[in-house]
């Protein structure tokens, strides 16, 4: 057993004991009732339990779930699907995935908006050049599986975010 | 909605709620009042990007009013083993903290009379002592009073399970799910009558098998086969035919292999149930495509059950997310959600698939095995005859298996007109995991095997294919295979014409010249026509508006992933302005004013019966249907459609009358066609426009049509009724309505006269089709098979459509499955396929962002041909012509055609070496 406690979007969770072979994953969804992040696979192929992971050092990434031991998230800031929007306003990226029709069934949207996120961040830290955009948005977007739309209207709804704010996300933008 | 009893047992069925009203309100009701809403986009947006609980497997006890505080979870234990005798297992392994609480076997089954429905014929559960009938059938369900049991008992299962089998059997033997052939034969002109056909002279079947358990197709003077000798005389000439040694005819005679494959739809099957003994009340919460088929499949499960195992009440609730490509239409999970419920009284139990076991136990795609023959005029280039013999997999159950088997052979000379027609299909059994319904639902397979077939013998003629294509197109009145001409639109020409110009194909040598040193390019191209319907479809809806003129929709439809909230307000906005505020779907319980009733089976039914059972005007051939074959916008949308009409026309029109000062003897007042939306304000020529809240408190005011709600029916054309509404006779394609006036409740119309569509219309294959058809230019590198789509695109039309971002998501969604069906997709059958338990992602390949030509695929989609086309199905047609086109494009680049799916990059590096 491990005594687990992590942040998640932005709030305090535990201590509590865990077992060890607890996936995060479960943990989310069954000990925490958050079942905005998804169960797709159990085998980190389809991403659809990607959580935002916030290092100290201020940058992020996604990591799954569905693998990795609720104990290995000890210590750790985590953000799910129901941390993005706050004060009942969504974020820019929440809004273009709606107005792009980006999703269908959406059950893969958790993973997309997560990873979509980290992006948007990563750019407005490291500002890309715009000749590399399409590649990097699909770089990072490649991992997930969608098995409604054909991934068009995610790389849409993630490009034209960039791309309406390009002092932010892109060089000399 | 209070269903009829099914053994004693009532059913009702409704949308599923939360605990806490304010939270579904939030998070169900679409898009739901005070939550943002956006300007454009889905109704159910929010939702989905705030994580709001929309699908079956978010749901736990404690999200759901009056259920016990906690969860139990239970563990369907299938087999992977099918040629030895089962005996039994042993618990031992899982250890003393992973004990079920419960174990549920056949001989539980047994014991307390559970009955498994007609549909899931044969074994629930594999008894002791008998040989599996297929892998991944269930031997035991065990239920887990916590999550942590259940959660290391499942750690164990994935090191092997526990089940114990005996002697070797070899596969069980289990005769053919169906067998049918499909003849017809044109008369001398077009406008002839057939001299043969099945619309004529009914489908027939062969009365005679051969040991093996294989159809004898020949036309052998049987006593039960009279009606099958004549079909199958006139079929036997078609192949003397093509057989026949003409210098005159091209003739090709050719195989081909499609595999099987899994839906993969992301949210691998969930339920939860409760059976409060004290009540007799069995609560079921799923996510399915068809509601009223698995309340009823469970009814009939339990409805002879000893006491304490038959309930006095199902109450089944239906999450908002049902979809899966087909693959959550009909299937058996139901039935083991509910028996977790029944042998664990008073605890709310949890049945929930992985991912192994969704690919063990879920429904596949069928494997065919193709034999197609073709005949062609080498003068005219016409196909003069077409023969084909399909044997396709059905797995451990029938399921559908028969109806895949009728549609594809049905389908199977695609978008042609061809006089001299010979199909015979058998779907067999065998130990393989079940195959069911899924998007292409047969003509996938018979119309890829059609499109090869035809680009080669385009190329043997030598003939151009786009131009081989157009001089063989069906033309808008020709002839199905089955006698019987569709009754919509049939556009193939454009289609063909719009693919004819497309730079694509226009530019094809020269970008075949332009390949880079090592790689090879070619482009494909293929068109098809996909039914859509299943000649017994049924549609409830409801449209209301309030004083202030907000608007609230319900419909019976689930929700696919294909926007049918979205597309009910869109088709409702038609017709009262307004974009709805609120819109629910898979909804049943809200119906219950019509009060419907019905009897007999809508597929089977007799003129006769059908004709006398119409005399009561409550009676309609089937109440609601399952959430399938592309019907979502044609079907799904209707009954709403025709209630907004209603509101309209006896609502908010003789409202606008009032605001307007123009007399009911005005001629005017009888020019409501003329009038028409622009937003939520009306507008008519030479009146001042009317916003939309204003008519509405005046039909309130006056008591007009404020509120109505209807069912509509099709096979293969609406039912048509006749209603008394405000003093006029209102036709309709409906054939029940009530209607609410101002504030007051609904009140049921008794139909003046209803014509419900002649029960001899159930010999049609299809009477609706859409068109869609594909370019694509492939680049494969010699040294590694490695296949890229350079450029796409796809050119479909489907009537009006109701949300264009949603027709045009479902097509590049549709073109990434049949990427991942030619390309990627595949399951070994029996023991290395998926019914071992032991298959996954990773494994199994489905087409990512980086398989897809993300920026160089174009879809057209072609304006309806009159501003009141209805809307036609497409959400399976985009996916098929993508895999015969890649599949030519192959071929134009390495010179080899292949005849079984998928090609990989191997197959690739292989065919250029």
């Given at each position: 057993m491990t005594k687990l406690a992590l942040t998640i979007n932005g709030r305090a969770q535990g201590p509590v004991d865990v077992r060890d072979d607890l996936t995060m994953n479960d943990f989310l969804r069954e000990v925490l009732g958050m079942t905005g992040t998804k169960f797709g696979c159990g085998a980190a192929q389809c991403l659809s339990c990607a959580v935002i992971v916030d290092l100290p050092d201020g940058t992020s990434h996604t990591e799954p779930t569905c693998v990795a031991s609720a104990a290995s998230f000890d210590g750790k800031k985590i953000r799910t699907i129901e941390g993005h929007s706050g004060d009942g306003q969504l974020t820019v990226l929440q809004k273009a995935f709606i107005e792009h029709f980006a999703f269908q069934c959406g059950y893969c949207t958790p993973g997309f908006l997560n990873e979509g996120q980290v992006l948007l961040e990563q750019l407005a830290r490291t500002p890309a050049a715009r000749a590399d955009l399409e590649t990097i948005i699909a770089d990072a977007l490649d991992g997930h599986l969608c098995r409604c739309t054909g991934y068009i209207k995610y790389h849409e709804a993630v490009r034209d975010v960039i791309l309406a704010d390009p002092h932010r996300f892109l060089k000399g933008g | 909605m209070k269903l009829a009893a099914v053994s004693g047992i009532t059913l009702g069925v409704s949308r599923l709620a939360l605990a806490e009203t304010s939270a579904f309100l939030a998070h169900e009701t679409l898009p739901g009042r005070g939550v943002f809403k956006p300007t454009v986009g889905r109704v159910d947006g929010v939702a989905k990007v705030t994580g709001a609980k929309l699908y079956a497997s978010d749901f736990r006890a404690s999200d759901l009013p009056g259920w016990p505080a906690n969860t139990s979870h239970a563990l369907l234990v299938r087999v992977a083993d099918a040629t030895h005798v089962y005996a039994g297992f042993d618990l031992t392994r899982l250890g003393k903290n992973a004990q079920p609480s419960v174990v549920v076997t056949a001989e539980d089954l047994a014991r307390i009379g559970a009955r498994a429905p007609e549909f899931y014929a044969g074994d629930l559960f594999c008894p002791v002592g008998k040989t599996p009938s297929y892998l991944g059938q269930p031997a035991a369900l065990l239920i887990f009073e916590t999550f942590d049991a259940f959660d290391r008992a499942r750690l164990v299962f994935r090191d092997g399970d526990f089940l114990k089998f005996g002697a070797e059997t070899g596969p069980v033997a289990v005769p053919n799910y169906g067998a049918f052939r499909f003849t017809r034969v044109a008369g001398a002109t077009p406008d002839a009558p057939d001299i043969y056909s099945p619309l004529q002279e009914g489908w027939i079947s062969p009365g005679l098998l051969e040991s093996s358990g294989r159809p004898i197709w020949k036309p052998l003077p049987v006593a039960k086969g009279g009606e099958y000798v004549k079909g199958a005389t006139y079929g036997e000439a078609i192949r003397a035919q093509l057989a026949g040694d003409n210098p005159a005819v091209l003739t090709l005679d050719r195989q081909f292999e499609t595999q099987s494959v899994d839906p993969m739809f992301l949210e691998p099957e969930c339920g939860l149930a409760w059976y409060d003994p004290d009540a007799a009340n069995l609560e079921i919460v799923l996510g399915v495509q068809s509601p009223f088929e698995a309340t009823e499949a469970i009814a009939f499960l339990l409805g002879e059950a000893q006491a304490g195992f038959k309930p006095q009440n199902i109450d089944a609730q239906f999450a908002y997310i049902g979809g899966g490509f087909g693959g959550r239409d009909h299937t058996p999970f139901p039935l083991y959600v509910a028996l977790a419920a029944m042998f664990y009284p008073g605890h709310a139990v949890r049945l929930a698939h992985d991912r192994p076991q969704q690919f063990q136990g879920g429904v596949k795609r069928h494997a065919f095995k193709m034999r197609s023959q073709i005949g062609v005029d080498r003068a005219s280039g016409k196909i003069t005859a077409f023969a084909a013999d399909h044997v396709l997999d059905g797995g451990?159950?029938?399921?559908y298996s028969i109806s895949v088997a009728v549609v594809a052979a049905t389908g199977a000379i695609g978008v042609y007109d061809i006089p001299k027609v010979d199909v015979t299909t058998v779907a067999v059994h065998s130990r393989g995991v079940t195959a069911g319904s899924m998007r292409g639902y047969g003509t996938l397979q018979t119309m890829t095997a059609l499109e090869v077939l035809v680009d080669e013998a385009a190329a043997a003629l030598p003939l151009d294919p786009i131009e081989f294509r157009r001089r063989n197109a069906l033309r808008p009145g020709g002839r199905t295979m089955t006698g019987n001409p569709y009754s919509v639109s049939v556009r193939t020409k454009e289609i063909l014409d719009k693919l004819d110009k497309h730079p694509i194909w226009q530019k094809r040598a020269d970008e075949k010249a332009r390949a880079k040193p090592g790689f090879v390019i070619g482009v494909g191209v293929a068109c098809a026509a996909k039914d859509y319907g299943t000649g017994a479809d049924c549609s409830l809806g409801s449209v209301e508006i309030d004083a202030e003129g907000r608007i609230s929709i319900h419909g019976d439809a689930v929700e696919m992933g294909n926007g049918i909230g979205t597309a009910l307000a869109n088709r409702a906005a038609l017709s009262i302005g307004g974009i709805a505020d609120e819109v629910t779907v898979a909804q049943v319980d809200v119906f219950d004013a019509l009060e419907l009733m019905t009897s007999g089976d809508a597929y089977t039914i007799t003129q006769a019966a059908q004709d006398e059972a119409a005399k009561n005007p409550r009676w309609v051939p089937a109440i609601s249907s399952a959430t399938s074959a592309s019907i979502g916008a044609h079907v799904g949308t209707q009954a709403v459609a025709e209630a907004a009409r209603i509101i309209f026309r006896f609502g908010l029109w003789p409202a606008a009358l009032s605001l307007w000062g123009i007399a009911s003897t005005d001629p005017r007042s009888k020019q409501a066609d003329e009038a028409y939306w622009q937003g939520e304000t009306l507008i008519m020529t030479g009146l001042s426009p009317l916003p939309l809240s204003a008519i509405a408190a005046k039909a309130h005011a006056q008591k007009g049509v404020t509120g109505a709600m209807a069912h509509a029916f099709s096979r293969w054309a609406w039912s048509q009724g006749v209603f008394n509404i405000a003093g006029e006779d209102w036709p309709a394609d409906i054939d029940a309505l009530a209607v609410r006036h101002g504030g007051d409740r609904f009140v049921r119309l008794d139909r003046k006269a209803v014509a419900f569509p002649p029960t001899d219309y159930n010999r049609i294959g299809t009477a609706f089709s859409s068109l869609c058809g594909t370019l694509v230019r492939v680049e494969i590198e010699r040294a590694t098979g490695a296949l890229r789509i350079a450029k796409a695109y796809s050119v479909l039309e489907c009537g009006k459509v109701l949300v264009p971002e949603v027709v045009l998501g479902q097509a590049q969604g549709g073109f990434a499955m049949g990427v991942g069906y030619a390309l990627l997709e595949t399951l070994p059958p029996f023991e290395d396929g998926p019914g071992n338990g032991q298959w996954n992602l990773g494994q199994y390949l489905v087409a990512r962002g980086s398989d897809l030509p993300l920026h160089d695929l174009e879809i057209e989609i072609l304006s309806p041909l009159a501003s009141n086309e209805p809307p036609k199905g497409m959400a399976e047609v985009v996916m098929i012509p993508v895999v015969p086109a890649l599949l030519n494009a192959i071929f134009d680049a390495t010179g080899r055609r292949f005849q079984s799916l998928p090609v990989t990059p191997e197959m690739l590096k292989r065919a250029l070496a």
């Open positions: - | 451990g159950q029938m399921n």
